[in-house]
């Protein structure tokens, strides 16, 4: 994803089809993301889980603008809640 075309709705909706084409939930997801179990998501969870699910690298001021998106109770990190609601059909 080039730095022109990136946007944190655009890397939202890469991870929404990513995880429709492994036939993955959003609990699944959360899980592959969620490095050390602790039932959040971190800045270097999140980037490591985007490299490997993606293929995107982004860069520290892009992980931090996808976890400012989602991040409803501001403890900046991603918790199963917020996940689900980015990642929600309706969403």
Do not use: C, Y
């Amino acid at each position: 994803m080039s730095d022109e075309s990136w946007t944190a709705d655009a890397a939202l909706n890469q991870l929404k089809e990513a995880m429709g084409n492994k036939g993955m939930t959003v609990d699944e997801m959360f899980a592959a993301l969620d490095g050390d179990s602790d039932g959040k998501i971190n800045g270097p969870e999140l980037h490591k889980g985007i490299l490997e699910h993606l293929g995107d690298l982004l860069s520290p001021g892009q992980i931090s603008d996808i976890i400012v998106a989602l991040d409803a109770n501001s403890d900046n990190r991603i918790d199963l809640t917020e996940l689900r609601s980015a990642l929600s059909e309706e969403a």
